[in-house]
């Protein structure tokens, strides 16, 4: 049961990521989002700061600290609201959630069964490896389907 409920998230959470794809269209300009639109309004740091409460030159930190990408959510959230926006933070998987869950699995399984097949080779009761593939898969469905997968063991 706690299994198809972690399916069915990963189903939704892809779905609603997919829109966000391809992420190279959120990709930052190069002085950051806060100057590129500061400049767009025509605003200038002054007058940005006014809005935040803050002096120019922390308008001009706030800058260099997002495109050097070690702004704090917090400031820019104060940014982006100071410009009328709304600050949009999102964490966008490269693949589906799927795809990253069943090679986690598949890495666990074959790292598992790497190692029995080398034991039982020192014990000279190798395994066929035509069957590699097929052994991957049920460990996966038999062993694998109630195991926390990022716990390193």
């Not at 589906?96 to 069964?113: D, P, Q």
């Not at 000279?124 to 063991?153: C, H, P």
Request: glycine share 6%.
């Amino acid at each position: 049961m706690k299994n198809d409920s972690r399916k069915r998230g990963r189903l939704r959470l892809d779905e609603r990521l997919r829109a966000l794809q391809p992420i190279e269209q959120f990709k930052a300009p190069p002085k950051g989002w806060v100057r590129a639109l500061r400049d767009a309004l025509g605003m200038t740091g002054a007058q940005l700061g006014t809005r935040i409460g803050v002096r120019p030159q922390t308008v001009e930190a706030i800058e260099k600290s997002e495109a050097a990408g070690t702004i704090q959510l917090n400031t820019l959230r104060r940014a982006a609201e100071a410009m009328d926006c709304t600050l949009v933070y999102a964490l966008v998987p490269n693949s589906s959630l799927g795809a990253v869950v069943e090679a986690r699995a598949r890495k666990i399984a074959t790292r598992e069964l790497q190692r029995v097949a080398h034991t039982m080779r020192l014990e000279a009761q190798g395994t066929d490896e035509a069957d590699f593939e097929s052994r991957v898969q049920a460990y996966i469905r038999d062993k694998l389907s109630e195991r926390d997968l990022w716990n390193e063991t």
